[in-house]
């Protein structure tokens, strides 16, 4: 492992860290959800689309009579928790609700994560993916029979048998490759249209540990075997309901070759060579936001530059110097 990855460390991550008071034990108690509404200190988070109300830079956070006829339209009701003492409710509509536009600016996660105060952002990261779990989840996956909603929105109880359903996460691991020159391997997904480069990730496969799942989504998007997976940190991401699992690795080669299908091209970069990339606007790489993002900038060490600056106009610490390389190898990523 290359001296850079040893002490590899990350700027706190966007949505975690929040102080959330979930209260597991409150909202198992008959009746919580309804006299979290009854209320009046009580806030609530209204979600149209995955997005939300947002003034400056926090939540619009409306209170039940800010609201109004609005909420008996909701298509879901969930308590997520006390900021302060405070109750937060979370509020998915399926069709646009009346009085929408006069709330605030509908942002969505992506948008705000990195404004909005750790509490914030972590209230707004549950509420995203605890209703799109409802949305999909109405009946029972054992016989098809509705799901009734219990415990303040936090599960579904089949109407016929009984079972309880709970929301789900999915843990997906992502890693950053790295060469024995310190240069770092990204790739284009196809979904991104070929000139959006990130890391590797994929969905961690049954009976598979997460090292596992680092080395076997790094040979099959981008056909290059690691060794020394590294776990460095783990971010909620609710798109829908996915926690990521931030790794680190070394390239035992620098040949790469890409899947063809999810991962079009790979290609290795020295710091600066990245810098200019990006600076140009030739290629774009993951936001703030995301683990993938915070890894990047970790080995970068710093901010990258903004398209259409200097490459020199980065914020933060400067790169440490790169070992010279083309910058080139065929091959992909996620």
């Known amino acids: 492992m290359t001296d850079s990855l040893r002490s590899f460390t990350l700027a706190p991550l966007c949505l975690t860290g929040g102080a959330v008071d979930r209260g597991g034990e409150d909202r198992r108690k008959q009746g919580w959800l309804d006299a979290a509404l009854a209320d009046p ?32 339209g909701a298509a879901s009701l969930v308590w997520l928790g006390r900021v302060g003492g405070t ?32 509490d914030e952002a972590a ?27 219990i415990d303040a929105g936090w599960v579904r ?13 999915d843990p997906a691991v992502i890693v950053l490759i790295t060469d024995d020159d310190d240069r770092v391997l990204l790739g284009a997904n196809a979904a991104w249209g070929g000139s959006r480069y990130s890391l590797f990730a994929g969905f961690v496969e049954p009976g598979e540990s997460l090292e596992e799942a680092v080395l076997r989504e790094a040979g099959e998007e981008a056909g290059v075997s690691l060794a020394d997976p590294v776990y460095v940190a783990s971010q909620p991401w609710p798109f829908p309901a996915s926690l990521m699992l931030g790794f680190t690795a070394r390239a035992l080669s620098t040949r790469t070759v890409p899947d063809g299908e999810e991962i079009l091209s790979t290609r290795w970069f020295t710091r600066q060579e990245l810098a200019r990339e990006v600076a140009s606007g030739r290629i774009g790489v993951p936001g703030d936001v995301s683990v993938a ?42």
């Open 41 to 72: 200190t009580t806030r609530v988070l209204p979600l149209f689309k995955a997005a939300t109300p947002v003034r400056g830079a926090a939540l619009a956070g409306l209170t039940v009579e800010q609201l109004g006829d609005a909420l008996g």
């Open 87 to 118: 109750s937060w409710v979370a509020a998915a509509f399926s069709e646009e609700p009346e009085g929408w536009e006069s709330w605030g600016h509908a942002a969505g996660l992506r948008e705000v994560g990195k404004e909005l105060s750790r």
């Open 123 to 149: 209230l707004f990261t549950q509420a995203v993916a605890v209703t799109h779990w409802h949305s999909v989840s109405a009946y029972c996956a054992r016989c098809g029979a509705p799901n009734e909603v």
């Open 157 to 169: 109880r089949c109407t016929a048998e009984g079972t309880e359903h709970f929301p789900r996460t």
């Open 293 to 334: 993002g915070a890894l990047l900038r970790g080995w970068y060490g710093g901010e990258l530059p903004e398209p259409g600056t200097s490459p020199q106009a980065s914020r933060g610490t400067e790169p440490a110097a790169a070992a010279s390389g083309t910058g080139a190898a065929t091959g992909g990523q996620k």
